[in-house]
């Protein structure tokens, strides 16, 4: 049986109470995946035990979201309240506010990403003075990623990736053992969730948390197996513009 490290938790809930309670607007991203799960519920405990007032915003789900991912977001909107801690911004408007979508979605992966994630988001994070942007990227979940460091300033804001050091067994773990709502589309055989046209299962599919676990123990297949290769190539491009 795998434990959680507790200490490992209560860093990521100090970094995030310690940027809610030192900045006023600040920006969680939940895209309604296992990582961005565990952040929001991590988020949740810390304003609870904040003092100051931060305006919060969560930026749900994809930019072209699998159908059960929508649900699934709705889902956990409405079951931890999220209303009542912060607004709530769905990608898709972000989408239809600040892009025209003139192309073929998913032929050009850069152009893709950066007209439907990119761009929405800087305007979003521009227009609103946004300060802070809490992600819930890992380290070990690609190459480019693991170059990142937990407290990252850019030039108009400073993003914070509380999970960075987390593993992926550390967010199963997690989830498992506070029973943490599970998105059905992992239970379908999909490890990492994206948009509709570069996401896809990678196995048949799991019964349990615990099929899961094992599954990813005996690490026959890459986490993000499941997500376009033509993206997974030109990850350090896309986030040099900005992708997270």
Not at 1 to 16: A, C, G, Q, R, T
Not at 25 to 40: E, N, P
Not at 124 to 129: A, K, L, M, P, Q
Request: charged fraction near 30%.
């Amino acid at each position: 049986m795998i434990v959680m490290d507790l200490k490992k938790v209560e860093h990521s809930i100090n970094l995030i109470r310690d940027f809610i309670e030192s900045y006023n607007r600040v920006a969680v991203c939940f895209s309604g995946g296992k990582d961005s799960l565990v952040l929001t519920y991590l988020t949740l405990k810390a304003l609870s035990e904040v003092k100051s007032s931060p305006k919060i915003w969560f930026i749900v789900c994809d930019p072209i979201p699998i159908e059960e991912n929508r649900g699934f977001c709705q889902y956990i909107v409405d079951k931890w309240n999220l209303n009542d801690y912060g607004e709530i911004i769905w990608y898709e408007d972000l989408v239809k506010k600040y892009s025209k979508i003139d192309f073929e979605i998913a032929k050009d992966k850069i152009r893709c990403c950066m007209e439907l994630k990119v761009k929405p988001l800087r305007k979003f994070i521009r227009d609103e003075n946004i300060e802070v942007l809490i992600t819930a990227i890992r380290g070990d979940e690609h190459h480019e990623r693991a170059k990142e460091s937990e407290i990252s300033p850019r030039e108009d804001h400073i993003r914070l990736h509380p999970l960075l050091n987390w593993s992926l067994i550390d967010v199963w773990s997690f989830i498992k053992e506070n029973n943490l709502p599970v998105n059905p589309l992992y239970f379908k055989g999909y490890l990492s969730l994206g948009c509709k046209p570069c996401t896809k299962p990678v196995t048949s599919g799991f019964k349990s948390v615990d099929e899961i676990i094992e599954f990813l123990r005996r690490g026959g297949v890459h986490e993000r197996a499941g997500r376009d290769i033509d993206k997974e190539r030109v990850m350090e491009i896309l986030r040099s513009l900005g992708y997270f």
